[in-house]
Nanobody, 127 residues
Framework: QVQLVESGGGSVQAGGSLRLSCTRS????????MGWFRQAPGQEREGVAA???????AYADSVKGRFTISKDNDKATLYLQMDTLKPDDTAMYYC?????????????????????WGQGTQVTVSS
């Protein structure tokens, strides 16, 4: 059974930085993808950044140049480095995984492509 456990959320002032981590367990094929999503109260879940097993990445326009997604295969951990944070970045952040990267016709940042989700970690950015 695939499990995802996020950590690293917290409260920070605008302009600050946070790094989120997501440790995975369970079966992952050599071809897979993982991503970070966020959901603010009253809003739909949106894709923030994603990465596949070949290292290809995708970012939402709203975070390009500020957020960096990366992974450490040896540690089975996914990261999201968030710099120059803004109050609009305030949300619950979720780690997601597609352990076999099926459904490749679905967009990389589309939540429907992912079938495993972590419990979420809160990020709050104050002005």
């Amino acid at each position: 059974q695939v499990q995802l456990v996020e950590s690293g959320g917290g409260s920070v002032q605008a302009g600050g930085s946070l790094r989120l981590s997501c440790t995975r367990s369970g079966y992952f094929a050599s071809t897979h993808c993982m991503g970070w999503f966020r959901q603010a109260p009253g809003q739909e879940r949106e894709g923030v950044a994603a990465i596949d097993s070949d290292g290809r990445t995708a970012y939402a326009d709203s975070v390009k140049g500020r957020f960096t997604i990366s992974k450490d295969n040896d540690k089975a951990t996914l990261y999201l480095q968030m710099d120059t944070l803004k109050p609009d970045d305030t949300a619950m952040y979720y780690c997601a995984a597609n352990p076999t990267n099926n459904g490749r016709w679905i967009g990389f940042l589309d939540p429907r492509r992912y079938n495993y989700w972590g419990q979420g970690t809160q990020v709050t950015v104050s002005s």
